[in-house]
């Protein structure tokens, strides 16, 4: 996944974390379930967790959100870019099929 700043592309590294929930585990996530997984895991970006919250972004939309979706939202960059490494770690932490 990359995200494009002022034309340049910086790409967003996968965390290697064997504790982060399984893509199901996620998925199966209510907005107020997300927002205390993301506030344990991200430092500094509550009032972001909380605009997810507050769109109703439940664990099943937090896994397809897009760089794209998170600037319509206002998130800033550094927050976006901690949301999106979740992410890739979390999708990067499953088997291949």
């Not at 344990?40 to 909380?50: A, E, M």
Request: proline share 6%.
């Amino acid at each position: 996944m990359s995200f494009n700043v002022a034309g340049s592309s910086t790409s967003v590294p996968v965390i290697p974390s064997s504790d982060l929930p399984t893509v199901e585990e996620v998925r199966g996530f209510n907005a107020e379930a997300l927002n205390g997984f993301l506030k344990r895991r991200l430092n500094g970006v509550d009032n972001h967790i909380d605009t997810l919250t507050a769109q109703e972004v439940d664990g099943e939309a937090f896994l397809e959100l897009t760089p794209e979706d998170l600037t319509k939202l206002g998130i800033l960059l550094g927050p976006a870019k901690k949301i999106l490494k979740l992410i890739n770690g979390i999708q990067g932490n499953q088997p291949v099929a």
